[in-house]
């Protein structure tokens, strides 16, 4: 599942670089997409999300050409060359504008699903107040109460998003909501008391 920035252009993440692939500038991919195929044809251009520090900060890159090697996706791009541009570019997110009609399946937009309800075994638990993307995962930022949870928007705990509804369905693990109830203390009757253990008739 994967969520995209409500930005002034509708943008697609498609993939993460994840490692540098021999000595001619590939890097395997991590996929975001469905259709890696349709995405990473030859000459597709892709806005770069790496730190500030980065060489790479407000650049794009273009695809030269995308292959399955040895069952990974692998990216070739242009002016990248040897496995040290290669290396520069790991751990980049890759956004792809993209129109409208051309969403995805499990691929919403942040201003889809802000606002919408959180509802856990057929209660409203939360409601939706941001999206938070990270290398590793979205994030859904939940209100609920006083406090903001944040929740990792995997299928497995969010298994439905139902824009018509209004509504997103989560399955949390034990304490992501709520504080687990801590061990019961040993019962009295179990202490020993250090006095009267030392006393001698």
Same mark, same amino acid.
């Given at each position: ?60 890159? =273009? =695809? ?36 409208? !009609? ?14 919408? !309800?959180?509802?856990?075994? !057929? ?37 439905? =998003? ?40």
């Amino acid at each position: 599942m994967a969520a995209q920035p409500a930005q002034s252009k509708n943008q697609l993440r498609v993939g993460r670089l994840v490692k540098p692939h021999g000595l001619k500038g590939a890097l395997k991919l991590e996929l975001y997409t469905d259709a890696p195929e349709r995405r990473f044809v030859t000459g597709a251009e892709f806005t770069l999300q790496v730190p500030e520090a980065s060489p790479w900060h407000g650049k794009t890159v =273009v =695809v030269r050409e995308y292959r399955v090697m040895n069952g990974n996706p692998v990216v070739f791009f242009q002016d990248v060359d040897d496995r040290t541009a290669a290396e520069s570019l790991v751990r980049a997110i890759l956004w792809l504008d993209h129109e409208g !009609d051309d969403a995805e399946d499990n691929a919403w937009f942040d201003h889809q699903l802000v606002g919408l !309800d959180v509802v856990r075994d !057929d209660a409203v638990i939360g409601r939706v107040v941001r999206v938070d993307h990270l290398p590793a995962q979205d994030l859904l930022i939940v209100k609920a109460g006083e406090n903001e949870v944040m929740v990792p928007f995997v299928q497995a705990i969010v298994p439905t =998003v139902d824009l018509a509804a209004g509504r997103v369905i989560v399955t949390p693990p034990a304490g992501l909501f709520e504080e687990l109830p801590e061990d019961p203390e040993t019962p009295q009757s179990d202490e020993i008391d250090p006095a009267s253990s030392s006393s001698v008739d």
